[in-house]
């Protein structure tokens, strides 16, 4: 059974740094690209970024909005991906769900962390 | 890379049939055969229904279909259920290399 699981979240203040991990399970993690969608309060999903696989390279995309901010790597053989959030700001403020990346979509979703930026 | 363009919300009585298009462009929707639709429930996470513009997961009942027309897709819920009313987002792979989501449709079962 595949299954995501996500840490790190809390409260932060803007400026501040958090980072999320996505402990996976279920699949062979390297053989997959995995996501980071977040969800503000009453709004719609944003992809944040996702990270390829060992054979795509492991390279990354990120959406404009935290492009330079945000930095997503995996640790393969820990099956463990991360999403490392520098600078956050007040419009952060997300419920950020881990997924994996399949047949041109999202299959298999966490159930998400809370990450609330204020002073 | 805008988002797709969703109906805000589409209801519907039980039994019958309601249609949520997803309107994107010839970079995104209307591109690829890679547009998904999924269902949120309150306080969840989403759950893929639909994936390849028409295919269903193992387990996802056959009252959820798909297709695709141009640059717009859609997702028709038969039979409509109490269960179904959610939230329903489609999602599309872009000739970006990267993926956009709809703007949500709230499903409202009268």
Known sequence: EVQLV???GGLVQPGRSLRLSCTASGFTFGDYAM???RQAPGK???LVGFIRSRTYGGTTEYAASVKGRFT???DNSKSIAYLQMNNLKTEDTAVYFCTRVAAGGFDYWGQ????TVSS | QSALTQPASVSGSPGQSITISCTGTSSDVGGYNYVSWYQQHPGKAPKRMIYEVSNRPSGVSN???GSKSGNTASLTISGLQAEDEADYYCSSYTSSNTYVFGTGTKVTVL
Not at chain 1, 112 to 115: D, E, N
């Open chain 2, 63 to 65: 009252r959820f279909s």
């Open chain 1, 6 to 8: 996500e840490s790190g």
């Open chain 1, 112 to 115: 998400g962390t809370l990450v």
């Open chain 1, 44 to 46: 719609g999903l944003e």
């Open chain 1, 72 to 74: 997503i790597s995996r």
């Open chain 1, 35 to 37: 996501s980071w969608v």
